[in-house]
């Protein structure tokens, strides 16, 4: 029997506020938009309350396993930059998929730099035993970026094995060459897919971050996410530099409560994606899924 599970955690009173006052600020000025991802670098941070383990605060949550699969989410450094790790436990008791998947919903003005500029991603596959895994006829994990507007989706896929771009009807996979065991920062362009598949730009999109594992692909499957940056075309090179220097290497929030725990934090400064500090409050909060 698969569990399929959507863990939507709403997000704090304090959090809520401080969104509504960024908006407000934003309408006041006039000059500067919305961020269109929130928290980009996963510096804020929860435990969900029925499994009690730590999950990213503003990223709606969605998987599916097995009764021996695991799931789990963290922070960690990997090589010098400190990351969201996905991990997936497939215990291949079958070849139904294991997965899990990490969800913004972009509208409005917030949707507008998406198919305005380039969506950076800083990623990380894990090294494998290929030889191993091609003598077993192991199937590789799926790692990507998708969006989704209800009637297109694209799979922007991380793959160290090259391949054109490819679409069948409305689904449309954009494969990323990306060598295993060292960072990589790869460009999206959601705006120039589109073009080419003849869609009309969307109201509203989800944005996702996928790792998934087929039954054949036993034992833990990692991935690391170090952040996202959105920018210009013309100026992604110096983005990329600034977010590496202003937003990874912002220190990480940590608790020491076993539920989540609200943080003392400069929340604008962290919606923005720059640098944040903040220590455990005294007010524990229960989020509901």
Same mark, same amino acid.
């Given at each position: 029997m698969r569990l399929v599970r959507k863990l939507t955690a709403p997000l704090s009173v304090i959090f809520l506020i401080a969104i509504a006052g960024l908006a407000l600020?934003?309408?006041?000025?006039?000059?500067?938009?919305?961020?269109?991802?929130?928290d980009p670098a996963f510096d804020l941070w929860g435990t969900?309350?029925?499994?009690?383990?730590?999950?990213?605060?503003?990223?709606?949550?969605?998987?599916?396993?097995?009764?021996?699969?695991?799931?789990?989410?963290?922070?960690?450094?990997?090589?010098?930059?400190k990351a969201l790790v996905i991990s997936v436990f497939q215990d291949g008791s079958d070849e139904k998929w294991t997965y899990v998947k990490l969800t913004q919903t972009l509208e409005g003005a917030r949707l507008k730099p998406l198919f305005n500029d380039e969506v950076?991603?800083?990623?990380?596959?894990?090294?494998?035993?290929?030889?191993?895994?091609?003598?077993?006829?192991?199937? &590789?994990? *799926?790692?990507?970026? $998708?969006? =989704?507007?209800?009637?297109?989706?694209? +799979?922007? @896929?991380?793959?160290?094995?090259?391949?054109?771009?490819?679409?069948?009807?409305?689904?449309?996979?954009?494969?990323?060459?990306?060598?295993?065991?060292?960072?990589?920062?790869?460009r999206m362009t959601v705006a120039d897919e589109y073009r080419t598949?003849?869609?009309?730009?969307?109201?509203?999109?989800?944005?996702?971050?996928?790792?998934?594992?087929?039954?054949?692909?036993s034992g833990w499957n990692l991935a690391y996410v170090h952040g996202f940056t959105v920018a210009s075309s013309s100026t992604a090179l110096g983005a990329q530099q600034e977010h590496r220097e202003r937003v990874f290497h912002? &220190?990480? *929030?940590?608790?020491? $409560?076993? =539920?989540?725990?609200?943080?003392?934090? +400069?929340? @604008?400064?962290?919606v923005l994606g720059n640098p944040v500090e903040g220590r455990a409050s005294d007010l524990s909060v229960v989020v509901r899924v």
């Open positions: 600020t934003h309408l006041q000025a006039g000059s500067e938009p919305p961020p269109a991802i929130l969900d309350p029925d499994s009690g383990q730590r999950r990213p605060l503003v990223w709606e949550i969605e998987y599916v396993q097995g009764k021996k699969d695991q799931i789990l989410l963290d922070q960690a450094s990997m090589r010098g930059r950076g991603v800083w990623i990380y596959l894990e090294s494998i035993c290929a030889p191993c895994r091609i003598l077993s006829g192991h199937q &590789p994990s *799926l790692f990507a970026i $998708e969006t =989704n507007d209800g009637m297109h989706t694209i +799979d922007f @896929t991380f793959s160290n094995q090259t391949a054109e771009t490819q679409q069948f009807l409305s689904h449309r996979t954009v494969f990323l060459d990306t060598p295993r065991g060292e960072w990589v920062f790869h598949a003849g869609w009309n730009a969307p109201d509203r999109i989800s944005l996702s971050i996928v790792l998934g594992a087929p039954g054949s692909a912002s &220190p990480i *929030l940590e608790t020491g $409560e076993k =539920n989540i725990s609200l943080y003392h934090v +400069d929340t @604008t400064s962290a």
